[in-house]
């Protein structure tokens, strides 16, 4: 069968196959020490993401409310080895990019040679998106490694069908869907593939395509056990976020999501994914490119059309990104740019210099014009919100404290997790909001603090015979995230507690 190395000159292909990766070992390895130094010296609080993430891995399951399991699998292992402070629990991230990238580069050198491979392992990890997303713990972080795994798989598939490579495509597919479901997206991807590279379409024809699909499913079956035992609560939450939102026709939105690409990515090489799609339009591709774009196209035009009528965030076309820097290094190496890869990799050293600067410290920081002068605000005083809930619930010998915001909620969790009171939830609506593990109920001994940041006490009075205003506590005015909350004692449960109602002060 012929090489598929096709789309690099055959005086640029390395004389060795390994050559470069003893120094691409070095870089990654010391820049990932220098995320996890940055992340010990960061003063930014766990955003309630983060937190929310982390109180799921002190309850292992095979799923969660609204993502599946492997997130806190990793933060539960991560924890064993460095314990449950906020560079820690993130700590997990620097690492699997690091992973991320040595897959970048076998793939980049399984279906073109090293040279690629070794350019798209650097733009890899120093990508703007990489600098941002290496310092939090996000379900994206391992779905890039799954992802990027069996895309090398399907790449070693094509090149001579084996067995083992089917093994590892259904295994990283797999693993990747108990990431996050956008995983599935690689499902359409290897049908695009199909279409546009005779030699794809061939793979269909053989057994072992067909097994990885059957492999995949099996290493998720637990979780789809979990979501059949919670009446697919998870699967309902993620259709939520899309088909629950009222339809808005918003141009305007479809090319702030198309626009966030160029950040996600990184200027040069989603630029430079475009230039090869307009490439492929034309028919002048090689093979090798055709391939992967076929991976790149289905989620950012999937995406870009529900911007279209709904809110679509940034990162939910990611998984392009793998397929869209090989393609990007290929190109840009065939075209001898190395200006545009210079300023790619600049880009990332700046960005991951500035966010390192920041995250050292965030408290600090106040840039001119705009609304909020500090841009981690949202990020910060998140702690003195959870202490200061925590102190008043002491003072006021309460045995329990209640929280309607599972962002307030995941904040109580996390930084209270030394204090020997526990965290409940109150939902607001009639499916369980995060808090199928800690649902506070008419059962709950009182009396408890309720902490909202809804002044409203006729949401309460209806429930509780007691109803007790404290006030409102104000937080986080020296860390320039400042927030508050109105505290109330309840006491007396009249019955059942149902959906807590909506908040009229606004």
């Known amino acids: 069968m012929a090489d598929l190395r ?28 220098l995320r996890l130094v940055g992340l010990k010296l960061s003063v ?52 699997l990019y690091l992973a991320t990238s040595l897959a970048v580069y076998a793939l980049g050198r399984a279906l073109y040679d090293e040279r690629v491979g070794f350019w798209a392992a650097l733009m890899t990890a120093f990508t703007t998106g990489a600098a941002f997303s290496a310092r939090i713990v996000s379900t994206d972080v391992p779905l890039l490694l799954c992802w990027t795994i069996a895309l090398w798989a399907f790449v070693k598939l094509v090149e001579a069908p084996r067995w083992r490579h089917a093994v590892v495509l259904g295994v990283a597919t797999g693993l990747g869907l108990l990431a996050k479901y956008a995983m599935v997206y690689i ?36 979780n789809l056990v979990w ?41 040069v090489i989603f630029g430079t994914m475009l230039v090869v799609t307009w490439k492929l339009i034309r028919g002048t591709l090689p093979e090798p490119d055709r391939i992967m774009i076929a991976f790149c196209l289905f989620p950012i035009v999937l995406v870009t059309g529900f911007a279209v009528t709904v809110h679509a965030y940034a990162n939910w076309a990611a998984v392009a990104f793998v397929s869209g820097v090989v393609v990007a290094a290929a190109h840009l190496l065939r075209e001898r740019a190395w200006g545009w890869i210079a300023a790619s990799l600049a880009l990332g050293v700046l960005t991951q210099g500035l966010l390192l600067y920041g995250d050292a410290n965030a408290s600090r920081i106040a ?32 045995t329990a404290i209640v929280s309607d915001s599972r962002g307030d909620l995941a904040a109580l969790l996390y930084y209270l997790r030394d204090r020997n009171i526990p965290v409940l939830s109150w939902r607001t609506e009639a499916i369980p909001q995060f808090d199928l ?11 408890v603090l309720f902490v909202t940041v809804c002044p409203t006490l006729s949401r309460v009075e209806p429930y509780f015979s007691t109803v007790q205003p404290l006030g409102l506590t104000l937080t986080g005015q020296q860390s320039g995230g400042p927030r508050g909350f109105h505290a109330v004692k309840l006491d007396g449960a009249r019955g059942p507690l149902p959906p807590l109602p909506v908040c009229r002060a606004w």
């Open 227 to 267: 979501n059949a035992s919670t009446g697919f609560v998870t699967f309902e939450h993620t259709g939520g976020l899309v088909l629950g939102e009222e339809v808005r026709w918003s141009f305007s939105r479809a090319l702030e999501f198309f626009g966030a690409q160029f950040g996600v990515f990184g200027p």
């Open 44 to 95: 930014v609080d766990l955003f309630y993401d983060e937190a929310q993430y982390w109180s799921w891995a002190q309850h292992l399951a095979f799923g969660y409310y609204s993502k599946p399991p492997l997130l806190p699998w990793i933060i539960w292992t991560s924890e064993q080895v460095c314990g449950s402070a906020e560079w820690c629990v993130r700590a997990s991230s620097p690492v």
């Open 437 to 447: 593990g800690t649902p506070f109920t008419k059962d709950t001994p009182g009396p």
């Open 367 to 398: 840039l001119p014009g705009l609304k909020n002068p500090n841009p981690y605000a949202r990020t910060l005083g998140w702690r003195d919100f959870a202490e200061k809930a925590g102190d008043l619930a002491e003072r006021e010998g309460v």
């Open 187 to 222: 499902v359409p991807g290897i049908a695009i593939a199909a279409i546009v590279s005779p030699r794809a379409r061939r793979t269909l024809a053989t057994p072992h395509l067909w097994v990885a699909l059957p492999i995949a499913l099996l290493v998720m079956s637990p």
């Open 6 to 33: 096709l789309a690099v000159p055959s005086d640029t292909v390395a004389t060795k196959p390994l050559a470069r990766l003893p120094l691409l070992l070095v870089v990654l390895l010391a820049l990932t020490v």
